[in-house]
């Protein structure tokens, strides 16, 4: 089995993959994001809910509230992988690993235009498949993934996608994120997907100190309604690739910067701030508490 799951390649794939993507001319450690929000779409979601300033002593029940909020105003589809039924989510969602919905959506046409299901796709040449999908990156490991995929989707479940979480992470490629997503999007099914986007907003944004997926599913996942589980995971990788990004955070530009335990943006005084693991560490910027200078040891 392919353990190549959405944005977080498996353990067994990951050093062929980065060497393929060196091979390729690509930066293995740059990270992939989408499209900047305009300026417009941020004051439009702050607006929309008419945001206090600043939110302060807010409970991690609280604090998750807000977040479905800010970000469903400013991504109102939560999903942007185009597709027309369970079998095109689950194959774009499986080629969406380390790439942008946009430059999944630029090869997916073609590809289902030329294999339309599971059947076609199972039997595809992965040369030609690879000559499709080369856009997305990792083009070698993916058209082998999805074409056992398909195959596997053929022989054990008539060509269908299965509509249950044990049967969907027993397919080549697809592990408990993207299952979740497909769950969500194409069935409807709540689900909390759980990626490295998703790993580092939730920490981040203190509804978890845990750094282990299936702990952070269920820590989360009991602090909103399940008809919000799936739109809130997927609005966390699009802020996560946008503006929430790991190596310097877009505060400035945060819908839930006067909430966020960990932003650099303050309205009052205090002092600098690390959380343990979310890759953030508060300096002496705006809001922050200047040091304090040593004492000598000398008192006067």
Same mark, same amino acid.
């Given at each position: 089995?392919?353990?190549?799951?959405?944005?977080?390649?498996?353990?067994?794939? *990951?050093?062929?993959?980065? $060497?393929?993507?060196? &091979?390729?001319?690509? &930066?293995?450690?740059?990270?992939?994001?989408?499209?900047?929000?305009?300026?417009?779409?941020? &004051?439009?979601? +702050?607006?929309?809910?008419?945001?206090?300033?600043?939110?302060?002593?807010?409970?991690?029940?609280?604090?998750?509230?807000?977040?479905?909020?800010?970000?469903?105003?400013?991504?109102?589809? +939560?999903? #942007?992988?185009?597709?027309?039924?369970?079998?095109?989510?689950?194959? +774009?969602?499986?080629?969406?690993?380390?790439?942008?919905?946009?430059?999944?959506?630029?090869?997916?046409?073609?590809?289902?235009? =030329?294999? !339309?299901?599971?059947?076609?796709?199972?039997?595809?040449?992965?040369?030609?498949?690879?000559?499709?999908?080369?856009?997305?990156?990792?083009?070698?490991?993916?058209?082998?993934?999805?074409?056992?995929?398909?195959?596997?989707?053929?022989?054990? /479940?008539?060509?269908?996608?299965?509509?249950?979480?044990?049967?969907?992470?027993?397919?080549?490629?697809?592990?408990?994120?993207?299952?979740?997503?497909?769950?969500?999007?194409?069935?409807?099914?709540?689900?909390?997907?759980? &990626?490295?986007?998703?790993?580092?907003?939730? $920490? @981040?944004?203190?509804?978890?100190?845990?750094?282990? !997926?299936?702990?952070? #599913?269920?820590?989360?996942?009991?602090?909103?309604?399940?008809?919000?589980?799936?739109?809130?995971?997927?609005?966390?990788?699009?802020?996560?690739? =946008?503006?929430?990004?790991? $190596?310097?955070? $877009? *505060?400035?530009? %945060?819908?839930?910067?006067? /909430? %966020?335990?960990?932003?650099?943006? =303050? +309205?009052? @005084?205090?002092?600098?701030?690390?959380?343990?693991?979310?890759?953030?560490?508060?300096?002496?910027?705006?809001?922050?508490?200047?040091? @304090?200078?040593?004492?000598?040891?000398?008192?006067?």
């Amino acid at each position: 089995m392919f353990l190549l799951d959405t944005l977080v390649l498996g353990r067994e794939e *990951c050093g062929d993959a980065l $060497r393929a993507k060196k &091979d390729q001319g690509a &930066d293995p450690d740059h990270e992939e994001t989408d499209t900047d929000i305009p300026a417009k779409a941020v &004051d439009r979601g +702050a607006a929309a809910i008419g945001r206090p300033w600043p939110v302060t002593r807010l409970s991690a029940k609280e604090r998750a509230r807000l977040a479905v909020e800010r970000l469903a105003a400013i991504y109102p589809a +939560a999903s #942007e992988l185009e597709h027309r039924n369970a079998f095109q989510m689950l194959i +774009a969602t499986i080629l969406s690993a380390q790439t942008t919905d946009r430059s999944v959506n630029s090869v997916t046409p073609a590809l289902f235009a =030329r294999y !339309p299901d599971a059947a076609a796709l199972a039997h595809a040449d992965p040369q030609a498949v690879e000559a499709l999908i080369k856009p997305t990156g990792f083009f070698h490991v993916k058209a082998k993934t999805i074409i056992a995929c398909s195959a596997a989707l053929v022989e054990r /479940f008539g060509g269908a996608v299965p509509p249950r979480m044990e049967d969907l992470v027993t397919l080549p490629g697809v592990g408990r994120k993207t299952a979740n997503v497909v769950l969500g999007v194409a069935f409807g099914i709540p689900g909390f997907a759980v &990626d490295t986007h998703v790993t580092r907003l939730t $920490r @981040r944004l203190g509804l978890t100190r845990s750094s282990d !997926p299936v702990k952070i #599913e269920s820590e989360v996942t009991k602090l909103i309604p399940a008809s919000e589980w799936t739109g809130l995971s997927l609005r966390l990788i699009l802020h996560g690739r =946008r503006v929430c990004v790991a $190596r310097v955070p $877009r *505060c400035p530009e %945060c819908v839930m910067n006067d /909430f %966020c335990p960990t932003s650099t943006v =303050r +309205a009052r @005084r205090r002092r600098p701030l690390t959380v343990p693991g979310a890759g953030v560490k508060l300096g002496h910027g705006r809001g922050a508490s200047p040091k @304090r200078p040593r004492r000598s040891g000398v008192r006067h």
